[in-house]
């Protein structure tokens, strides 16, 4: 029981000292998805569904829930982040080239459809960022409409 005893004591410690080191936070000024906005015209509705949906783990700025402050959920929520933004970043739109654009439009699309975004983990604590048939819809067709520059 004491090694029991010791093995919680170091665990708690560790948990607290983890709150004095927190991951750095995704929190650009400005309008950071102007560029991609610009270029791929979405509808209000469409605008809207990003927002809620999409742009807290793809773009460079993340609106943090209240919980962010405590590690070690902090830590991840930043390496979905991290990993949200490798994979497709909005704010980094002007970057991409156009084959690159048709291919992440392309695979919104594709995860979309199959319920793969947005994650559930996220759509348990953002209810608005579940999407309905008719949301999906008007995603896929904004999505599959801007290839078409591409």
Known sequence: ??????????????????????????????????????????????????????????????????????????????????DGKKHLNFSDWENYTDKKKDHKLEEVVEEVKKGGMPLKEYTWTHGDARLTQEQIIALVTWADGARAKY
């Open 1 to 82: 029981m004491k090694i029991v005893k010791k093995i919680a004591i170091a665990l708690l410690v560790i948990l607290i000292g983890m709150q004095f080191y927190r991951p750095e936070k995704n929190q650009a000024e400005g309008d950071y998805v102007a560029a991609f906005e610009a270029e791929t015209a979405p509808s209000a509705q469409v605008k809207e569904i990003l927002r809620s949906a999409c742009y807290d783990c793809h773009s460079a700025h993340t609106e943090y829930p209240w919980y962010n402050n405590v590690a070690p959920v902090s830590y991840w929520l930043a390496d979905h982040i991290k």
